[in-house]
């Protein structure tokens, strides 16, 4: 028996269904079911300043009028709720996954995924649902394939929409084409395809600065405009860096297991080419963070936090450390000093606890960047647009102030930045060959790009 899931249910900010899939197999309140009661589990979870589980269980009934117990699985994306309820054995993780994928495609068609953007497009993404997910299996999931079926959202859409005409197409390219995930006869005027090679770093450091965990996650991106059916050939000069592999369908998974090389024909436009581990290695750290916080007695407390760039000339960009001071935190009092650099800025100065504050500093701005805190969720965020090793190390000093008699803040502060053009890895990109069904010479561009993923430093 093939591996379904039940539907899907989306719901505004406040908790009511802006979308719901067809659930054929069972009777009509069972998504009612599901939404009240995830409602209810929310608001509990709010009044008792907890956090609701991804995966929750739900009271459900079949069509036979029996109890029926099921799993309901959520995440949340700018206030918006999508559920996905199962009420067969299954790993959640494949509920995640076909979620992924639909915001991946939402995302695609409708750029910012908002209350509105679904609203003003709602037969579009009710088309989405029924063609990715056929009586509860996740089925076409690839967006070039999406796209030769349902259009996405145009002026020219929105046209035959008020004409009356439907926005499907004839089903007929997708699944008849020798290339499923390419469309036939692709031209373009420009031929050029571009690479990403995005690396994210995961660590946990203990106070004294030493990195008791660490892990590095990669991902090729890529955007092809390339015209006719080309033959790509993409060489790596380390390719055992790469390990833990999931690939695009367009992969031949043979050529890569006997010779290490990528060999594929491309869809046309945005797509994740694969992503991969770095087999455990040694690698340094490129921000130090050497935090110092205190808790006082009658509540709130004293922190000092440092910043030094290990990178070698090469800028840290947008930086932000983050922490959760507790609840009933109500003030934070705090000072950024650093090297000062030509242009306009803004700081936050002493006494400016108030969130999206600023401060003008005349010719020149601290580089020790701006803070701000948010007395809704109880974070404090210090944010630096770049860094670079040569410069003076910059600090945020400060107090806050709680309500609470003791303190209870996050033991951890959490990092975030991007490195432009560096590998935490080394991994390089050797030779892209372009060959085939093709008569141009196609212009190609590869960067990389470091990240910091789940990155947190204990005080």
């Known amino acids: 028996m093939m591996t379904r899931i039940d539907g899907l249910i989306i ?41 609701l589980d991804s995966v929750i269980g739900v009271n459900a009934i079949d069509n036979d009028g029996r109890e029926l117990g099921t799993g309901l699985c959520w995440l949340e994306r700018e206030g918006l709720k999508f559920l996905v309820p199962i009420s067969e054995e299954l790993n959640p993780l494949f509920a995640f996954s076909f979620l992924s994928s639909f915001l991946a495609t939402l995302e695609d068609y409708l750029g910012d995924i908002t209350e509105n953007s679904i609203k003003e497009n709602f037969e579009v993404v009710y088309m989405l649902i029924e063609e990715m997910l056929d009586e509860g299996h996740p089925m076409t999931t690839e967006t070039a394939m999406l796209k030769d079926i349902v259009l996405p959202p ?8 008020v004409a009356g005409v439907s926005g499907i197409q004839s089903p007929t390219s997708p699944f ?21 090679i995005e690396e ?20 090729v991106n890529a955007k092809s405009r390339l015209s006719g059916n080309p033959d790509l050939l993409l060489t790596f000069s380390n390719p055992k860096l790469i390990s833990n592999c999931s690939f695009h369908p367009c992969i031949r998974y043979s050529k890569w297991e006997k010779n290490g090389v990528l060999s594929f024909i491309p869809p046309d436009g945005r797509f994740k080419l694969l992503e991969f581990q770095v087999p455990p290695m040694r690698v340094q750290l490129p921000l130090q963070l050497v935090p110092k916080m205190s808790i006082e007695e009658n509540g709130g407390g004293q922190f000092s936090l440092t910043l030094t760039s290990r990178t070698n000339h090469r800028p840290i960009q947008d930086i932000v450390v983050s922490i959760f001071l507790g609840y009933g935190t109500n003030g934070v009092s705090a000072t950024a000093t650093g090297d000062k650099r ?6 936050h100065g002493p006494g400016a606890p108030v969130l999206g504050t600023k401060s003008e500093v005349g010719d020149g ?41 003791h303190s209870t803040p996050s033991p951890a502060f959490d990092i975030a930045f991007t ?24 212009f190609k561009g590869i960067r990389q790009i470091a ?9």
């Open 342 to 347: 030509a242009g306009g800025g803004d700081a």
């Open 200 to 219: 994210s770093m995961e660590a946990i450091v203990d106070r004294r600065g030493s990195v008791l965990s660490s892990s590095v996650w990669g991902r």
């Open 11 to 51: 719901l505004d900010p406040i908790g009511k269904p802006l979308i719901t899939s067809h659930f054929s197999l069972h009777p009509p309140t069972y998504p009612s079911i599901h939404i009240d009661t995830f409602n209810h589990l929310r608001k509990q979870s709010i009044a008792r300043s907890k956090v």
């Open 451 to 459: 990240r910091a993923g789940k990155m947190e430093v204990r005080w």
């Open 365 to 405: 701005y601290v580089g020790g960047g701006t803070w701000e805190f948010d007395p809704h969720t109880q974070v404090m965020k210090w944010t630096i647009s770049s860094l670079v090793s040569t410069e003076r190390p910059p600090t945020l000093t400060g107090s806050f102030t709680s309500s609470e008699t």
């Open 176 to 196: 008849t084409a020798p290339i499923p995930w390419r469309r036939q006869n692709i031209r373009h005027a420009n031929n050029e395809i571009y690479f990403d």
């Open 154 to 161: 145009t002026l020219v859409r929105k046209i035959l929409n």
């Open 419 to 442: 490195i432009p053009n560096h590998s935490y890895s080394g991994l390089k990109v050797d030779q892209l060959k372009v060959s085939g069904d093709v008569n141009y010479k196609p």
